[in-house]
């Protein structure tokens, strides 16, 4: 039976609360067997908890589909907000950043669909560790570009910036039949 990325994804969003034992590879590797792929367990050498795993063939960022999997490793996104106002009363400006990590050491997620070039959403569990639920979560894997929006209201400019950074290593891999 070849692997089916419908059902997989499927399977994953039909669970509530933990699944298995709440572990991320628990979650993935039951919808993508499920569906007709391949264990991870014989294509990742010396498999065990401490190892990243090999969930197929290796794609890259760029031609995530769904269906497929991502292997994140001290993996971090961040998103910085700054904005800037310019009025006759003066200049200020406010800057807030949002953090978001996955992978210490490593971790695991489904693609449920691609957003836009290296910004996915996966399913995953065990987000926070030990006691994450299932959910689907938007996750930018590459920095995508800096927008930049200006709005002007009167004599008042409001520039609002917003910038990504990433860091860490996010491995992909594409399902093969079982």
């Keep these: 039976?070849?692997?089916?990325?419908?059902?997989?994804?499927?399977?994953?969003?039909?669970?509530?609360?933990?699944?298995?034992?709440?572990?991320?590879?628990?979650?993935?590797?039951?919808?993508?067997?499920?569906?007709?792929?391949?264990?991870?367990?014989?294509?990742?050498?010396?498999?065990?908890?401490?190892?990243?795993?090999?969930?197929?063939?290796?794609?890259?960022?760029?031609?995530?589909?769904?269906?497929?999997?991502?292997?994140?490793?001290?993996?971090?996104?961040?998103?910085?907000?700054?904005?800037?106002?310019?009025?006759?009363?003066?200049?200020?400006?406010?800057?807030?950043s949002r953090t978001e990590g996955r992978g210490l050491p490593h971790h695991s997620g489904l693609v449920v669909r691609v957003i836009s070039p290296g910004m996915v959403e996966v399913i995953e569990q065990n987000i926070p560790p030990r006691s994450g639920p299932v959910q689907s979560f938007q996750i930018a894997l590459s920095a995508p570009a800096t927008t930049t929006e200006t709005v002007r209201s009167g004599t008042t400019v409001t520039v609002t910036t917003i910038s990504h950074t990433v860091a860490g290593v996010v491995r992909c891999y594409r399902p093969v039949a079982a």
């Excluded at 979650?27 to 990243?52: C, D, M, R, W």
């Design 1 to 96: 039976m070849p692997y089916t990325s419908a059902t997989a994804i499927a399977f994953a969003q039909r669970q509530s609360g933990r699944y298995g034992d709440g572990e991320c590879w628990t979650l993935v590797e039951a919808a993508i067997t499920g569906a007709g792929g391949k264990s991870s367990i014989p294509q990742t050498p010396n498999f065990g908890p401490n190892v990243a795993y090999v969930w197929g063939t290796a794609v890259s960022v760029a031609a995530l589909q769904p269906g497929d999997v991502v292997q994140y490793q001290n993996f971090s996104w961040t998103q910085t907000t700054r904005i800037d106002t310019s009025s006759p009363e003066g200049t200020s400006f406010s800057e807030d």
